[in-house]
Structures are given as structure tokens and as C-alpha cells.
């Protein structure tokens, strides 16, 4: 288990107290899996661990045979570990979802486009007036740029995160790791904040 959660055989005998931060955390989730556990609760898993030991225990995940419950923002995590989701939609509403996140939220993506467009042949049936549209769960023109922006960006974001984590099995250097760990510690946190402005954004949108 040491070995499979990046420890050597070197630091087999290092005392806790020499250990960075990070290494603390990767020792502490090994202890935890080392009691042979049959379910797991991750809360933001992303939030505390490295890249590296991320990937490790993406791997450790998808071989585990128990039951696993994660809490996480982290959409490209939840894709490659989860299958089953409890979707909290906002008004104490909380959805019962078979799939991915990624299959969930383009599927509100095709409802809501949908909608828009029922909603248009009705209006115009009715020849409404755009004066009598509620404005109550618009967006501003701002807010519709940022939530453009954020389709735009987001795919290409997470291509990218796919192919840096794919890099990190590779024999780079140390400096290679580095500067690869550091992008994807930058991404992960934009991708985070990105889907929860998108769910913001997408709930104001009604």
C-alpha cells in the first residue's frame, strides 16, 4: 500500500514528523484504506489531496468493491469514479440520478434548450408581447456573457485536464512533474469554480 500511494521503499522507516502536508494526507487515507473499509465517504476529496495521489486513488476506486460516497465539484473526478448521483437542484429538491455528471448536466442542457424552445413557438402562436415576459428568472446581459464564456471554456479546460493527468504516468523529469502538477492545480480550481457559477447561473435561468 505504501508503495502503490507513492512511497518508496526509502521511506519506509521516515519518521511522521519529517513528512510534508501532503504526504501526511497520503499516509492518513492509507491507514484508513489499510482497515479493508466496505464503504467509503470522500468529502471533497480534490480539496485535500495532490494530483498524483488523486490519480492513485482514482485507481484504488475503481477496483474497490465496496460502496463509495463522494461530496466533490470536481466534475472530471466524479465522471471516472461515480455512476450514481443525488443531484441537489435547489428548492430542497434532490434528484435520484442514474450516470455520469457530465451525462446529467447535458441532459439539464437539453431540457432547458428544450423549454426555450417550446416556449418560443408558444409565444409566437400567441404573438405575446416581449414587454409581458416575466423578467424574474433572467439573466443580465453580463450574466448571460459569463454564462457563454463558461460553455465556451469549460470543454476545452477539461480536455486539457485529461491530458495533464494523462502526462503524469509518463517518466518526466522533476521539473516536468512540477510545472504539470502546478497546471493542473490551477485548472482543477478553475473547472471548480466554473461549475458552480454554471449551476448558479443555470438555476437563475429557472
Request: proline share 2%; charged share 30%; net charge negative.
Amino acid at each position: 500500500m505504501l508503495e502503490r500511494f507513492l512511497f518508496p521503499g526509502h521511506m519506509h522507516y521516515v519518521f511522521v514528523k519529517k513528512l510534508s502536508g501532503g504526504e501526511k494526507r497520503r499516509l492518513s487515507l492509507i491507514r484508513t484504506l489499510m482497515l479493508n473499509p466496505n464503504f467509503l465517504i470522500l468529502d471533497e476529496p480534490t480539496n485535500d489531496l495532490d494530483i498524483i495521489t488523486l490519480n492513485v486513488l482514482q485507481e484504488f476506486i475503481e477496483e474497490f468493491e465496496g460502496c463509495v460516497i463522494v461530496i466533490s465539484h470536481d466534475r472530471y473526478f466524479m465522471d471516472n469514479c461515480v455512476e450514481h448521483l443525488f443531484c441537489f437542484e435547489g428548492n430542497g429538491k434532490v434528484r435520484d440520478y442514474y450516470g455520469t455528471y457530465t451525462e446529467y448536466r447535458n441532459e439539464i442542457q437539453e431540457n432547458k434548450y428544450n423549454q426555450t424552445e417550446t416556449k418560443a413557438a408558444t409565444e409566437k402562436a400567441l404573438e405575446a408581447k416581449p414587454a409581458s415576459k416575466s423578467s424574474g428568472n433572467k439573466l443580465s446581459y453580463n450574466e448571460q456573457r459569463e454564462f457563454e464564456k463558461i460553455e465556451k471554456e469549460l470543454p476545452s479546460l477539461e480536455t486539457e485536464q485529461v491530458e495533464l493527468s494523462a502526462k503524469l504516468t509518463d517518466n518526466l523529469s522533476f521539473e516536468e512533474m512540477q510545472k504539470v502538477t502546478d497546471r493542473l492545480s490551477v485548472i482543477s480550481k478553475t473547472i471548480d469554480e466554473y461549475n458552480l457559477r454554471w449551476l448558479e447561473l443555470a438555476e437563475k435561468m429557472g
